[in-house]
């Protein structure tokens, strides 16, 4: 989710070796490879949720330390992958992200053998501290791959491949996890351990290739900040209050799609099978890829605070009207949602380090780290559904859009109280 930007001194540098070597097109291939593969990958914790739920009979609270593990390892290990890719450089960094993340399937297979529960936690937090460190690295490195001017180009083809794993996901993992074949829990526990063994090999391959490649060496440069900068970085109120905006957009996004499939299950919303319910979430993320592209040109036309208005308005509007109704109208309700999720992360993350001039790469270190809202509010809506009942917990994403609401009104005026301080 994070995005990282390589400095312009790095990829100058690499774009004086373009008239040497300009043959791009595997590691561009490999590296679309690589964030198809992330976006499917974080998509199945959706799906191991209700799996894991079923399998070992947890209540919401529990099950959603899936949640909880994953994302925070993207608290816990940015800082230290941020170091590790300074010392040794972006190619290092990425080809010890995709290992570690490999690891972390492979995991999955001793995890299923025990049928414990904790070893599966395990497996899922250095699965996502593998994915962190990618995150630190991949996105400098796409954007150093050929000529700066196409920089923007590159990431965007990247970031719309992200999206596409994220909308495929839900449909393989429907297959994998809840097909009618699997008549037991040892078959089905099975069938999860295999997919992630698959694409254990799968990372293992690419980092292989990574490895082979021939490309100069690139490495993030060390920016210096005075005492002064790292003092005034808090009076920039439209980036502290855009960290909270992104600690509960992440939170409210990942929260949801992570009840969906018990959601669907209720009573009330036709008691879908798992199977069913998980295919309906290509449409909640298969809408967030679609909003990606309606919001690229929008937000040329409209001032992008204007936008994510418009957008949490509307959110906040489903949530309400799947809370209070049953059936049709609240599943398709709450799946909308996807299509206005789709340009808040950026959006916000690039409103939060907007005229921070120098203190830019700071500043959006501390809006990744704020990504650990994926790890906590799903265990508040646990908790939530465990002491009242699931449709009803879907009041804490709408607590969350309310405050990313707020944000997006008083945008203009902090913004400009941090021009005048400065």
């Known amino acids: 989710m994070g995005q990282f930007s390589a400095s312009p001194n790095a990829i100058n540098e690499l774009n004086k070796s373009n008239n040497e070597n300009n043959n791009y097109v595997m590691p561009m291939t490999a590296m679309a490879t690589l964030f198809f593969l992330w976006g499917f990958i974080t998509v199945l914790n959706d799906l191991l949720i209700p799996h894991l739920k079923s399998l070992f009979d947890l209540n919401y609270t529990q099950v959603m330390l899936i949640q909880f593990c994953f994302f925070g390892a993207y608290f816990l290990i940015s800082v230290p992958a941020g170091a590790y890719v300074r010392k040794f450089g972006y190619k290092m960094g990425v080809i010890s992200g995709l290992i570690t993340a490999a690891l972390g399937c492979t995991l999955f297979y001793p995890a299923a053998l025990a049928l414990q529960y904790s070893l599966f936690l395990f497996a899922l937090f250095v699965l996502a501290s ?39 996901a839900p ?15 040892t078959t089905a526990d099975s069938s999860v351990s295999s997919a992630y063994f698959m694409l254990a090999l799968t990372l293992v391959m690419i980092a292989i290739i990574f490895s082979q490649l021939k490309l100069p060496t690139l490495t993030p440069s060390n920016d210096t900040t005075s005492r002064e900068c790292k003092k005034n970085i808090w009076r920039a109120k439209h980036l502290t209050w855009g960290v909270g905006a992104i600690f509960f957009y992440v939170g409210a996004e990942v929260s ?26 290509t449409y909640y993320w298969g809408g967030a890829m679609v909003g990606r592209f309606i919001g690229s040109f929008v937000t040329r036309i409209v001032s992008p605070h ?26 398709w309700s709450v799946l909308a949602i996807g299509l206005f999720n789709s340009i808040m992360f950026p959006t916000i993350f690039t409103l939060g380090i907007e005229s921070m001039g120098e203190l830019t790469s700071r500043a959006s270190g501390l809006l990744c780290l704020a990504i650990v809202g994926g790890a906590i509010i799903p265990i508040i809506q646990g908790v939530v559904a465990d002491l009242w009942e699931i449709q009803y917990s879907f009041v804490i994403p709408a607590a969350c859009y309310l405050f990313i609401l707020y944000y997006a009104i008083r945008f203009p005026m902090l913004k400009q109280a941090w021009i005048k301080a400065e």
């Open 306 to 331: 204007k936008a994510i208005i418009f957008n949490v308005t509307m959110t906040i509007i489903l949530l309400i009207i799947t809370m209070q109704t049953s059936g049709f109208i609240a599943i």
């Open 256 to 281: 949801i799609g992570s009840f969906l499939v018990n959601y669907f299950g209720e009573t009330e919303l036709g008691s879908l099978d798992e199977k069913r319910a998980a295919e309906l979430l």
């Open 171 to 185: 449909p393989v993992g429907a297959y994998l996890f809840f097909s009618s074949t699997l008549d037991n829990s």
């Open 130 to 168: 593998g994915l962190t460190i990618l995150q630190v690295s991949a996105n400098p490195y796409v954007a150093a791959l050929g000529p700066q001017k196409h920089a923007s180009s590159r990431l965007n083809l990247a970031q719309g491949l992200n999206s596409l794993g994220t909308t495929l």
